[in-house]
């Protein structure tokens, strides 16, 4: 079976193929083939020539450097498909075809510049790309900053003829290419893009093609960075394949008459926007369904301009490809106001679960809940209930009553802050600990923010594990579809939430996109108010800092749990000086998000040793237990990928503006025998 066919099985059955192996590992390569690897979203491989037995011998096969396109951030998962690697790269987004061997690059293609995608806040945030064969054909399919999406050939590069529409700027090839904010609807230029008293949109991820639809989501402006109450929906598009013409629209924020409009109160759905789709996005090729998870609405902290549930936002949507209409949805933050925005692709899984078979998928959450559904129905597999939660002080602000709480499996992440969660190594640091948090209001996950001059005479109020704690970005989990286990690295970074007037926030935020300030918004510019700090330069709340909790997703429980990387020496050093016992201490982890993958053999992950040693660990997938580690080249971001290239296994680190392809010696014997 050549490589082409054993792609057209990948198709056909989507993750399935996840359960031959053995078809899999007879081949010379074995492909990569999204961000994720699958449809999935499962970050597995069946490559099995990295061993614990030859971990140790691993090294640096080369290393390609994005900085002459403006790379920065690693936030790009280069796809291996077809014996090439294809990434994203730097804030003009450029497109980039690799050599697997050697690490030059063949090709490159840069959209020309705009002042549309000179606004995007996400421009090096592009993830990854799609692929997908058009008669035979293979293509590569990016979404830019500016928000246009690009069809280009594989092999060249160069953009598709008879595809798409021609675009009315000068520079832009004549075809290949669709303006997608065109068909979202709203008045725009081509060149500046939409006004930004209406709004704004981009894109932070890559598009998925699922059998002959392309399926595109997108982004806002941070919500954090937000004090008007305009902007855009993040509507889902789907165009065809085979000429990129528009297929549908799918309106995150309900119109009049269609399913949940009732959610948006006092007619907010006319200007409400944002419930974007920056996270990636899953699929079931065989069930025609794609998953999107969202983002929350305009805007962050504060959602009094538009009361009720808000449906689409804080939810997982799975569409139909075909048509584009909800089959069902998902709403995990009603009226969602604390930056509890879904950051990572859902994973799909088949499982086993109280004898029963079911097609789950999970999503992993910033609130340190996986939610586990029937992937074709919605039906949750365990019960997830709905529970009282506090009110808001806010003036104008309505909160709802209740929250979708999981019952099962347990939370992998601390949910709100209280006493009994603060520091306690000594009473020293305990006492410490308490007056340093005698500013700040202490509660449970849903702790609504305060704002400023508020009849508590308290500065903030503690969102844990906060807005960019839990699961986020640059954590994606990560599964074993044979074993049916599913991995997930969170930390602890507590926000904390301190509105003042509209007015004065709109002053932090200059070119914001709206006209009408907010009666309140976040009062800092940042994602967070000042936290409380430990005086002895601690965390203020127990650890581990950081972690990865393995569940065995056919019974819910969690196989293990482990901290990542070593406690930083600083942190050491300040535990000793204070007296405390540092076997009670233990391991804390360094509080940092690590990349995973999972492999045949093992699961690894990279962080830092007490000194700061970038380090690669392997990790036996049952246990937790440390089975082989060696010092990294580099720290490491985001997503970590492992493929074949010539019957040889290669690990993928993200090394912010670099690429570094570590492998066996083997592998560069052969590449220096070609």
């Known amino acids: ?5 054993l792609r ?4 056909a059955l989507g993750a399935s193929l996840l359960a031959l192996p053995t078809l899999v590992l007879a081949q010379d390569s074995i492909e990569w083939f999204t961000l994720g690897n699958d449809f999935a979203h499962t970050r597995y491989t069946p490559a099995a020539e990295i061993t614990e037995d030859n971990f140790g011998d691993l090294e640096v096969a080369w290393e390609w450097d994005g900085a002459s396109f403006g790379a920065v951030s690693g936030r790009s998962t280069p796809s291996y498909i077809d014996g090439m690697l294809y990434t994203v790269a730097g804030y003009n987004r450029h497109v980039i075809a690799i050599d697997p061997k ?11 510049n705009t002042p549309r995608a000179a606004y995007s806040m996400r421009a090096d945030y592009g993830k990854g790309v799609a692929y997908a064969e058009i008669d035979g054909r293979g293509v590569i399919l990016i979404i830019s900053p500016a928000f246009f999406l690009t069809a280009l050939d594989a092999k060249t590069g160069i953009p598709l003829e008879d595809w798409g529409k021609p675009v009315p700027i000068e520079g832009f090839p004549r075809s290949g290419v669709v303006d997608l904010i065109a068909d979202l609807g709203h008045p725009f230029d081509p060149y500046e893009g939409i006004p930004l008293e209406v709004g704004y949109i981009t894109s932070s991820s890559p598009p998925i093609v699922v059998n002959d639809t392309i399926v595109i989501g997108n982004s806002a402006e941070q919500g954090y960075h937000q004090a008007r109450i305009e902007n855009v929906p993040g509507d889902i598009l789907g165009y065809d394949l085979r000429t990129g013409d528009l297929k549908w629209k799918f309106n995150v924020i309900p119109k009049p008459g269609e399913y949940g409009h009732e959610t948006w109160e006092n007619d907010a759905w006319e200007w409400t926007g944002d419930v974007s789709s920056w996270a990636p996005l899953s699929a079931d090729p065989e069930n025609n369904l794609v998953f999107i998870p969202t983002n929350s609405a305009t805007i962050d902290y504060y959602g009094g301009f538009r009361p009720g549930d808000n449906l689409y936002g804080a939810a997982l949507i799975a569409l139909d490809t075909r048509t584009g209409e909800r089959v069902w949805h998902f709403q995990f933050v009603h009226h969602e106001i604390w930056n509890f925005d879904t950051p990572t692709a859902p994973v799909l899984m088949d499982l086993t679960v109280d004898g029963r078979d079911i097609p789950a998928v999970l999503q992993a959450t910033k609130q340190g809940w996986v939610y586990a559904f029937n992937r074709l129905t919605g039906e949750p597999i365990w019960p997830i209930v709905e529970r009282e939660v506090p009110a808001s002080i806010v003036p104008g602000e309505v909160l709802s009553p209740t929250q979708p709480h999981v019952t099962w499996p347990e939370a992998y992440a601390m949910q709100g802050i209280g006493e009994d969660d603060l520091v306690d190594f000594t009473p020293e640091l305990k006492a410490q600990a308490l007056e340093a ?5 202490m509660g449970g996950l849903f702790n609504p923010p305060i704002h400023a001059d508020n009849e508590m005479g308290k500065y903030a109020a503690m969102n844990c594990p906060g807005g960019s704690g839990g699961v986020n970005i640059t954590s994606p989990p990560v599964a074993d579809p044979n074993k049916g286990f599913f991995y997930v690295n969170s930390h602890t970074a507590c926000f904390a939430l301190r509105l003042i007037p509209g007015e004065e926030a709109d002053l932090l935020f200059p070119n914001s996109t709206g006209s009408t300030t907010a009666r309140y918004a976040n009062g800092v510019a940042g994602a967070t108010a000042r936290p409380p700090r430990h005086p002895a330069g601690i965390p203020i709340w127990k650890p581990p800092y950081s972690s990865i909790t393995a569940y065995d997703m056919n019974t819910g429980e969690k196989a293990f749990v482990i901290p990542t990387g070593e406690t930083p020496q600083r942190y050491k050093d300040i535990f000793e000086r204070a007296g405390a016992d540092m076997d009670e201490v233990g391991n804390t982890g360094t ?7 999972v492999t045949a053999n093992m699961l690894i992950y990279t962080d830092q040793a007490s000194d700061g040693t970038p380090m690669l660990w392997g990790i036996d997938k049952d246990t937790g237990e440390i089975i082989a580690a060696i010092e990294a080249p580099a720290r490491s971001s985001y997503g970590m990928s492992s493929w074949v290239h010539d019957g040889h296994q290669y690990i993928m680190l993200q090394t912010s503006s670099k690429l570094t392809a570590m492998a066996l010696p083997a592998a560069q014997a052969a590449s220096a025998a070609h």
Not at 1 to 5: D, F, K, V, Y
Not at 8 to 11: A, G, K, Q, R
């Open 1 to 5: 079976m050549n490589i082409r066919t």
């Open 8 to 11: 057209s099985v990948v198709l």
């Open 102 to 112: 050697s690490g030059e690059t063949i090709w490159s293609y840069r959209e020309p």
């Open 591 to 597: 509080g940092a998000l690590v990349p995973m993958v």
């Open 437 to 441: 948090m005698e500013e700040y209001v």
